[in-house]
């Protein structure tokens, strides 16, 4: 379909276009061809359709959850993925078992589909533990706080990867580095560019442009889409509607194929928006007005792939009512999953500090110890 | 193999031992390769290792240790050389808020057996950020340990124990000693040598103990040998690991003499004898004949070459402290 037909269906595509494979009105859209001639299309089966609107609809509904926990106090601070659902899934199930991905703190989406317990991050959230899981293990780094560092970690990972000669074939691994539109400012995220375009490191990098960064618009980092960055850094970048799931996927897959075939990295900006807050702790009614929100709104991801479902006659009412109550059950057992985590014993803050420990730790934890004990029985 | 060997050339014979013995060791930072470093540690290595094994990186510190994280996670053990002291603050993000902080985060699952090397301290005669001393912002810094060595034998075992230690450990190399000769066993085994984290007594005195590491050891010691020729039999303790302080040894000696001065080219505020001179107060206070003094560098920022000998601590500097140790 043509730029323009698109245009008329009410779509609402920025300058220099994207790539889409779903309308926000859920027409399907054959294939998409950037200006750099690259095709992308997606081949999947009804059964896989299902699956994604499934994982949109659990990934959103998990969320909800964690807002409503934050609020009652039971978490304290949540990073919702609201409005972020496609971007995450689609790009989290075009991963392959063997690719490595390293996220920021709102990447709950792409853990549940890496196939983790979705309460995995509710330790850091809750304040129990800081994060906690072996990266390598799951496949999926831990979460890091501190915007952009990540880039830098996924970077070294993909080098490593080609150190170990596990690139080259269509079998080889790739990395998956995830941040945000702000992140795009920072040193640390344009020395990975660097390092990734002089090494020719399998990774792929993931921009989610949600449009703020907490309150600063995308205008304040920069004044050129960010996708168009990439060729200042010697690789390929493309711009992808963030909330179509299609896209999100066939773009996602592409960039890590080429990666794991040794054509080195690929910047994806995924073009969404953040519907809800930046945090739990933060107001977007001071910086953004309602009908903004709004006009994204009618963009929702979830909405327009139900539409096409439900057209192509792929899914029924029965199968979204199931979804919905299967989502709700998995959200209300995450619920009591997370009221039931125990609080940290205190003295396990000494824990793991160093691998091989410290003698000036070892005797601080002693009077730690120590002091707690000397309340015992005192009614303290 | 006993050989006499300057302390930058031990450092290279280490760093090469390293990379024999683990197939995993990389050497990473900026002209580390066909240059082998600005003061040559690397020399020849990256020509017998090749460029995978002693990697010539962008100009860029966070770079460097960023991607020696994701490296480490990978199941490498990368050893990153910063080219100076004063050009590891672009890197400080990385080292505190990453190095030092994912074993923690990840509940012991990640190790991280980074080994930083950063030429450190002045003497050398050179331009503004060639010659800090920042070894007091990551001692204080939780989840790292810093280590610095003061003689070639030193330097040959102590490289290569913290590139096989899991720790992330911050090495700093005394620039202006890289050429002091000393002898080295170069066939010494690993499990053999002196512990990486413990201070060593340097020369035995019963009078007052002088407590130095890097560079300033050898000012310590030539310090203690003038003392005696005025009938002072001072103790040397080359501290070794800053972080941890091996502080046993360090009470053992000044509970028997009683009298302490910490050295060091840092600024004294809050520098390490800060940490040092409160903590003998706490464990020796009972032992002391004199509060324990400091010879450091003033507060200020590292002044200009030409000025540098007037403000790095000197065999008088250290003197004048004996004597006023002793008159009090």
């Known amino acids: 379909m043509a730029k323009g037909e698109r245009e008329k269906a009410g779509n609402d595509v920025p300058a220099g276009g994207f790539v889409q494979l779903l309308t926000p009105d859920g027409e399907r859209i054959e294939s998409a061809t950037t200006a750099d001639g690259t095709t992308y299309t997606v081949d999947f089966t009804d059964e896989e359709y299902r699956e994604l609107y499934r994982d949109l609809v659990t990934v959103r509904r998990l969320d909800a959850e964690a807002v409503a926990l934050q609020r009652q106090g039971e978490l ?12 995450q899934v689609g790009s989290g199930r075009a991963l392959r ?16 589909c890496r196939g983790i317990d979705p309460i995995m991050p509710f330790g850091l959230f809750r304040g129990v533990d800081q994060g906690g899981w072996d990266p390598n293990e799951f496949r999926f780094n831990t979460y890091t706080i501190v915007i952009g560092s990540q880039t830098l970690h996924a970077t070294g990972y993909a080098m490593g990867i080609t150190m170990d000669g596990k690139t080259g074939s269509a079998d080889g691994e790739a990395v998956i580095a995830y941040f945000g539109d702000g992140a795009t400012s920072q040193g640390e995220v344009n020395e990975s560019f660097v390092w990734s375009g002089v090494f020719n490191a399998p990774i792929v990098f993931f921009c989610q442009n949600n449009q703020y960064a907490i309150s600063e618009p995308l205008e304040r980092q920069t004044r050129v889409p960010l996708y168009q960055r990439a060729a200042g850094y010697g690789f390929p970048g493309v711009r992808v509607d963030g909330n179509d799931v299609l896209a999100s996927y066939a773009v996602t897959k592409a960039a890590l194929d080429n990666a794991r075939n040794g ?15 930046h945090t739990s702790s933060d107001d977007p009614t001071r910086y953004r007005i309602s009908s903004e929100v709004e006009a994204w709104k009618a963009k929702d991801p979830i909405a327009r792939l139900k539409a096409f479902l439900a057209k192509q006659k792929v899914a029924g009412d029965d199968f979204f009512g199931e979804v919905d109550d299967t989502a709700g059950k998995l959200a209300l057992d995450l619920r009591e999953r997370v ?33 707690q004990a000397s309340f015992e029985g005192s009614g303290h | 193999m006993a050989e006499t060997i300057n302390l930058g050339k031990a450092l290279n014979h280490g760093l090469r031992r ?24 690397t020399d020849g290595l990256q020509k017998d290792f090749g460029e995978n094994r002693v990697i ?6 966070a770079g460097i240790i960023g991607t020696a994280v994701g490296l480490a996670i990978r199941g490498y053990r990368p050893v990153c050389e910063i080219q100076f002291d004063g050009f590891v603050f672009p890197a400080y993000n990385q080292i505190v808020s990453q190095v030092a902080k994912m074993h923690y985060r990840s509940k012991g699952n990640v190790r991280l057996p980074i080994v930083i090397r950063i030429p450190f301290g002045g003497g050398i005669g050179a331009v ?29 075992a102590m490289i290569q124990q913290a590139i096989a230690s899991d720790d992330p450990i911050v090495f700093f190399e005394p620039k202006r000693r890289y050429w002091e000769k000393g002898e080295v066993d170069l066939d010494l085994p690993l499990d053999g040598a002196y512990p990486l984290h413990a201070a060593r007594t340097a020369r ?17 010691l030539d310090a203690a040998a003038a003392a005696a020729e005025d009938g002072r039999d001072l103790e040397v303790i080359d501290l070794r690991s800053l972080s941890p302080i091996d502080y046993p040894v360090i009470f053992d000696s000044v509970k028997r003499t009683g009298r302490a001065i910490v050295v060091h080219e840092a600024p004294g505020n809050l520098g390490l004898g800060s940490e040092i001179a409160a903590r003998i107060t706490e464990e020796c206070f009972y032992s002391l004949e004199a509060p324990v003094l400091r010879v450091t560098g003033y507060d200020i920022p590292y002044p200009a070459a030409r000025a540098e000998e007037e403000y790095l601590p000197d065999l008088d500097r250290v003197l004048d402290a004996v004597d006023r140790s002793f008159g009090w």
């Open chain 1, 97 to 112: 078992s063997q690719d490595m991905a390293f996220p920021t703190y709102r990447e709950h989406g792409v853990l549940y």
């Open chain 2, 204 to 220: 035995p005195g019963n009078d007052a103990t002088l407590l130095a590491y890097g560079p300033m050891v050898k000012v310590a």
């Open chain 2, 128 to 156: 503004e950020h060639h010659s800090e001393s920042p070894e007091a912002y990551f001692s204080h810094t939780p989840g790292l340990k810093v280590v610095t060595c003061s003689n070639p034998a030193d330097a040959y």
């Open chain 1, 339 to 371: 009221l039931a985590m125990p609080d940290p014993q205190p003295v396990a803050m000494f824990d793991n500090v160093y691998p091989n420990d410290s003698p000036e730790l070892i005797k601080q934890r002693k009077a730690f110890e120590d002091y």
């Open chain 2, 18 to 41: 390293s990379l024999e013995n683990d197939p995993k060791v990389v050497i990473m930072g900026e002209d580390v390769g066909k240059l082998g470093g600005v003061f040559r540690i």
């Open chain 1, 76 to 87: 304290g601070i949540w990073a919702s993925l609201l409005g972020q659902e496609a971007a």
């Open chain 2, 56 to 61: 010539d990186t962008p100009l860029a510190e």
């Open chain 1, 263 to 277: 054509q080195g990295p690929t910047l994806i900006e995924a073009y969404t928006y953040r519907m809800g807050a």
